[in-house]
Each structure stands twice: as structure tokens, then as C-alpha cells.
């Protein structure tokens, strides 16, 4: 029970990436008070992990319900983790959502501070196409429900090193800088390619009978 608490406690906290969301959502906020910044991170962090709950917990139905074996999200899921990994390993990913966060800054630039809670932050930046697949993936292979409370325990202690991460998002920035967030991507990159690996191989095992 603790392996499956620690795996997927280090593939959801890899694919979420909060030191790499504390920048993005420090930037997203410029201009907001402290109480103002503190409230979107608790609703982006609240709706981030509803959605992934539900997806956990009825997202085995929801493949059912449109023909679609484990075995290939599984291989499927483990691809785009893989193809996650690569993008933070050579800063795709960062570089993605620092033009998103300007973007969006953009549109509402000279307005009343934005609420950024459920877009972008809660998705596509913390409940994104990766987390989705990995709390999937991560439910159907616990079995039985103290399995599954382990997975969402996980999930529930990322968010919450999250919701730490955004409401000290500046303070960080200011402690850290860039090339250390930089550092920190990388080898987080690193870890989550072994991990989307071992999906790819336990889906072809699976499905062939190896």
C-alpha cells in the first residue's frame, strides 16, 4: 500500500508540476492582493482535484462506455506522459505556459484583476490532459478500495503542496529564480519518462500476454 501511495504520489506531484505552476501563476496574478491570490489558488486547487476525482473514480466507466480496453489507455496514456516528459526535459512545456499566462494577461490587460482560477489554472494547468491520464491509470491498477484511497490520498497531498506552492508562488520566485526552476524541471522530466515507459511496457505486456 505505501509503493502504490509513493508511486503515485510522485507521478501525479511530476505530471501537476507545482514548482513549475508557482511562476506561471505568480505571473497570472501581478496586481492581485495577497487575499485576492490566496482565493484563486484554493479554487484552483478545489476544482483541479474535483475533476481528477471524478475522473479516478468513473473514468474505467467512462473507456467502457466507449469500447476502449485498459490496456490501450494505458499504452495511449503512457505515450502522452512520455511526450510530457520530453517537453519539460527541453522546456517546451514552460515555455507553453508562460505564453499561455501572457496571453491571457494580455486580454485583460487595464481590466479589473482576473479570476484565473478555473482557466487556465485549474485546467489546463493542474487538471491537464497528463494528470487525467495518470489518476486513470494510477485507480485501475489499484484494486480494491483501500488501493484506491492510497491513489487519492496521493492526489489530496499533491494538491495540497500546490495550493502552498501558488499562495507562496512570489516569495519562491524571489528565493529560487529561474535556473533553479529550471534545474528542477529537467530532472522531474527525467523521472516521468521512466514512469511513462513502464505504462508503455506494462500495456504491451498486458495486451500480448508476455
Do not use: N
Not at 489530496?156 to 516569495?171: D, E, F, K
Request: net charge negative; glycine share 8%; aromatic share 8%.
Amino acid at each position: 500500500m505505501i509503493e502504490l501511495f509513493l508511486s503515485a504520489f510522485v507521478t501525479l506531484f511530476v505530471v501537476i508540476d507545482p514548482p513549475g505552476c508557482a511562476p506561471i501563476y505568480a505571473g497570472l496574478t501581478k496586481g492581485a492582493t495577497p487575499s485576492q491570490s490566496r482565493s484563486m489558488a484554493w479554487r484552483a486547487c478545489f476544482i483541479a482535484g474535483a475533476i481528477l476525482i471524478v475522473f479516478a473514480l468513473f473514468g474505467e466507466d467512462l473507456l467502457g462506455a466507449l469500447h476502449i480496453e485498459l490496456d490501450s489507455f494505458r499504452i495511449a496514456g503512457g505515450l502522452m506522459l512520455f511526450l510530457i516528459a520530453l517537453d519539460m526535459v527541453f522546456e517546451k512545456r514552460t515555455q507553453r505556459r508562460e505564453q499561455r499566462a501572457e496571453k491571457v494577461a494580455a486580454e485583460h490587460e487595464g481590466t479589473e484583476v482576473e479570476d484565473v482560477s478555473v482557466f487556465p489554472m485549474a485546467m489546463p494547468m493542474l487538471a491537464g490532459p497528463g494528470a487525467i491520464a495518470s489518476i486513470m491509470l494510477l485507480t485501475a491498477k489499484a484494486h480494491g478500495v483501500e488501493a484506491t484511497l492510497a491513489v487519492l490520498a496521493a492526489l489530496v497531498v499533491v494538491l495540497v503542496l500546490t495550493l502552498l506552492a501558488l499562495i507562496a508562488a512570489s516569495p519562491l520566485m524571489r528565493l529560487f529564480g529561474a535556473r533553479v526552476e529550471a534545474v528542477i524541471t529537467r530532472l522531474l522530466g527525467v523521472l516521468l519518462a521512466a514512469l511513462a515507459a513502464q505504462y508503455v511496457i506494462d500495456g504491451l505486456k498486458a495486451s500480448f500476454g508476455l
